[in-house]
């Protein structure tokens, strides 16, 4: 069965302060995606990367930088020098694939509280 | 445009009123989404449309009524709720994958509250 666990469920840092919010997934499946989304308190859950699983390369785009690692079956994500702007509940998310149904598996969440 | 829009934003409604939900999208995805989300938990997939046809349903009561008239449009329709229906409800579109999975774009979903 296809699971994914991102144990911390609430993380709070002072501004500037560095944040790595952890996932770890189970799947069978050889050929799989792992996407990052982030909530905020407008409601809308914002898209930020895709990784699919043969590709082991770390990403890093702009303060924010993903570590995804298929021995610990983890895919990580580092926000570096946090901004009050980036308060909100992030998810983890898991696609089989090949799929046609575009079905995801998302974890439980991480709220992120950055204080000023 | 990168947007899938929702409305209305917030809705009440009676255990025997009948409403319905809209999305839209115009970035020509063919694959469209209606997700539930209670208060810190995540979202729940409910139903998943592909080339404006039904290919998932979550197992959801009937009195919630899907219906895609058109590849840019995603309705829910409500009838007959009950209180713990009371949700975030989220739409979302993708480009369908038969061998890749697509990321999903979120509208910025429609507050239910049934009384």
């Known amino acids: 069965a296809q699971k994914v666990t991102q144990a911390q469920t609430e993380i709070s840092v002072v501004e500037k302060e560095d944040v790595t919010l952890d996932c770890v997934y189970e799947t069978r499946d050889t050929t799989y995606y792992l996407f990052w989304y982030k909530q905020p308190p407008s409601g809308e859950l914002v898209f930020l990367i895709r990784r699919n699983s043969f590709d082991e390369q770390n990403e890093i785009s702009g303060r924010y930088s993903w570590n995804f690692q298929k021995s610990t079956s983890s895919f990580n994500f580092t926000i570096t020098a946090s901004q009050v702007v980036d308060s909100a509940v992030y998810f983890c998310a898991l696609s089989e694939a090949p799929s046609n149904t575009g079905k995801l598996i998302f974890g439980q969440g991480t709220t992120l509280q950055v204080k000023p | 445009d990168t947007e899938v829009t929702q409305t209305p934003k917030h809705l009440v409604m009676g255990m025997t009123n009948k409403k319905s939900l809209k999305c839209e999208q115009h970035m020509g995805h063919r694959a469209m989404y209606w997700y539930k989300q209670k208060a810190k938990k995540p979202p729940e997939l409910m139903f998943v449309y592909s080339y404006e046809k039904l290919s998932i349903n979550e197992s959801v009561p009937s009195r919630f009524s899907p219906e895609c008239p058109n590849s840019s449009l995603l309705n829910l329709h409500l009838h007959a709720l009950q209180p713990e229906d009371s949700a975030l409800y989220l739409c979302?579109?993708?480009?369908?994958?038969?061998?890749?999975?697509?990321?999903?774009?979120f509208g910025p979903g429609t507050r239910l509250t049934v009384l």
């Open positions: 979302a579109s993708s480009q369908p994958g038969t061998s890749v999975a697509n990321e999903q774009f």
